[in-house]
């Protein structure tokens, strides 16, 4: 549930975001991969669109969020936890910063559990 709602804020982000903004070829085969579960595929995409986007802060937050979320369900932890606490630092207090301090807690509190079994 806490997944979708995070997809749902970032769809939403997005749309705010866009409507003045043309959209690039990498970002739009990142969202149409990332919505057919092709999460490395569309990881691929949103990296290449970073570079595309890059002056644009407020873009920048969903695509970081996207490729966090890419790197988290493909199984790359430390490439998820990385890019959350990238996240966090450039953006503290801003949109899905909470949600990206708890996915760090969630991913250092299964690395605990991991170590000890």
Do not use: T, W
Not at 20 to 31: C, K, M, R, T, Y
Not at 54 to 59: I, L, T, V
Not at 93 to 107: D, N, P
């Amino acid at each position: 549930m806490k997944k979708l709602i995070f997809r749902i804020l970032c769809s939403l982000l997005a749309g705010i975001v866009f409507h003045s903004v043309a959209l690039a070829g990498d970002f739009q085969e990142g969202e149409k991969q990332f919505y057919k579960k092709n999460y490395s595929e569309a990881l691929m995409h949103y990296e290449k669109a970073l570079d595309e986007f890059g002056e644009n802060e407020e873009f920048l937050v969903y695509i970081k969020c996207q490729i966090a979320e890419c790197n988290s369900i493909i199984g790359n932890k430390e490439s998820a936890k990385i890019m959350y606490e990238e996240f966090i630092k450039s953006n503290p207090g801003g949109l899905y910063s909470e949600k990206a301090q708890k996915r760090v807690a969630y991913m250092l509190s299964n690395q605990k559990k991991d170590k000890e079994a």
